[in-house]
């Protein structure tokens, strides 16, 4: 079997989870979110529910990872052998598998609109069909790449480059965006408290939307701790990842909204923002000069684009360490295994829109909360407590007092919240 890889350093680690937990989620549902349901309001709910809920989780999922420095699959056959428990580690394979065959749809979408930017004309959006299939084949095949490539000369130095880079690409866009005629109005949208639009629904909502965010209940946190050496302390790279996605959205929202506000339009979410309210904007804003409109654009989609490939790498990564070290092949020819069946999942996506909808709905609604819960109730009420402690406390060295806290929040409350969002798909 190949050697196994690890991450080199704590900025490698934050930065590689970072990359995964920046995605779409960032930038095509928080802003609308916050401005739909209750501005700084929601914002701070929001990260209530990122560091109080969503935190604790990530924890409970990193330390199955790095325990037993495995796969998916594996780490839940070490820990849980011949258990139900193993459901867990097929789950964990299986979610991010799906996801990412959609995922790398809208991938190829963003490629396809990085290039349209140059000339402004985006012509009506066109969400299926061949064109389509092209782009997103090549988003799918460099994402492959680079993961075939290996945690460290892959994974981690693409992340290295891109996180840096997304964020300077959307401060430049924000500062950009601020100085439109009416941008003031997208600011008063995203930040003004307005408690009357505060309900159970903006908690459910701002719950769901911090668990999609920091790519929980996939396996991806299970495989990217695998590769933390055991002097890493989780806590801090769980917060570090944490609080850059936090930042990303809010950047994103500042980024978005003003401009859209400004074009004298009204905010919306998913791929009705990026690929048809935001080019429109685009498109406004070269009347004057038409280069400060391709300037722009083409800046807005290439960030969509490193974004969502960050995203797409972390979750192929979960079933090709799963193929590397259960199946022992090659890492190049787990990465043509796993191309090859998200490349033929897709294709139903790809050529309906219909079907696209759905396969999201149940992965992130089903399939995600299943896998978040089942972690949390493992490492909270099977796993061995001491166990828990040495992961959470690097035997130790990490203050106890956080760790008890940390670890009633995962027994008692967190399997609640994640009901919560469960009950709230329906509901809701
Ligand atoms: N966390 C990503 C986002 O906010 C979404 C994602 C989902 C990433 C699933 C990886 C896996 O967009």
């Given at each position: 079997m190949e050697k196994r890889d690890h991450f080199g350093s704590r900025a490698a680690v934050i930065m590689a989870m970072a990359g995964s937990a920046i995605g779409l989620g960032n930038i095509w549902r928080f802003p609308y979110m916050a401005g739909q349901y209750g501005g700084a309001a929601f914002i701070l709910i929001y990260i209530l529910c990122s560091f109080v809920l969503a935190l604790p989780i990530f924890l409970s999922e990193g330390l199955i990872g790095r325990k037993t420095h495995s796969n998916a699959i594996g780490a839940m056959n070490a820990l849980a052998?011949?258990?139900?428990?193993t459901i867990l580690g097929y789950l964990s394979v299986i979610t991010p598998t799906i996801i990412v065959s959609y995922y790398s749809i809208v991938g190829g979408w963003s490629v396809e609109y990085f290039l349209k930017s140059f000339s402004l004309n985006f012509g009506e959006f066109n969400p299926e069909g061949w064109g389509v299939l092209a782009f997103s084949t090549v988003f799918l095949a460099v994402s492959c790449l680079i993961v075939a490539l290996g945690v460290k000369d892959g994974i981690e130095k693409f992340s290295k480059i891109s996180i840096p880079l997304l964020f300077i690409l959307i401060v430049v866009i924000l500062a950009y965006s601020l100085t439109l005629p009416g941008a003031s109005q997208g600011v008063d949208y995203l930040l003004k408290p307005d408690f009357s639009k505060i309900s159970a629904k903006s908690f459910a909502f701002a719950l769901g939307q911090s668990f999609y965010s920091l790519s929980l209940g996939m396996g991806i946190i299970i495989t990217y701790s695998s590769?933390?050496?055991?002097?890493?302390n989780l806590l801090i790279s769980g917060a570090g990842t944490a609080l850059s996605d936090l930042l990303f959205a809010i950047l994103a929202g500042f980024a978005i909204i003003p401009a859209v506000f400004s074009a004298g339009i009204e905010p919306s979410a998913g791929p009705g923002l990026i690929f048809q309210t935001l080019p429109f904007v685009f498109g406004k804003m070269g009347t004057a000069h038409a280069w400060v409109g391709v300037a722009i654009s083409s800046l807005f989609f290439i960030t969509v684009t490193v974004a969502a490939m960050t995203s797409a790498i972390s979750l192929l990564e979960v079933g090709v360490a799963y193929l590397v070290e259960e199946k022992h092949l090659r890492r190049g020819w787990a990465c043509l295994v796993v191309f090859l069946i998200v490349w033929l999942l897709g294709l139903v996506s790809v050529f309906s829109s219909e079907m696209f909808g759905r396969i999201d709905a149940m992965s992130s609604n089903f399939l995600l909360t299943a896998g978040a819960l089942m972690a949390v109730l493992f490492v909270g009420w099977k796993m061995d407590e001491n166990d828990v402690r040495e992961e959470i406390t690097n035997g130790g060295r990490v203050n106890t007092g956080t760790f008890k806290i940390l670890y009633f929040i995962i027994r008692y409350i967190a399997p609640v919240a994640v009901l919560v969002i469960f009950v709230s798909n329906f509901v809701l």
């Open positions: 052998p011949k258990s139900g428990w590769y933390i050496s055991k002097d890493e």
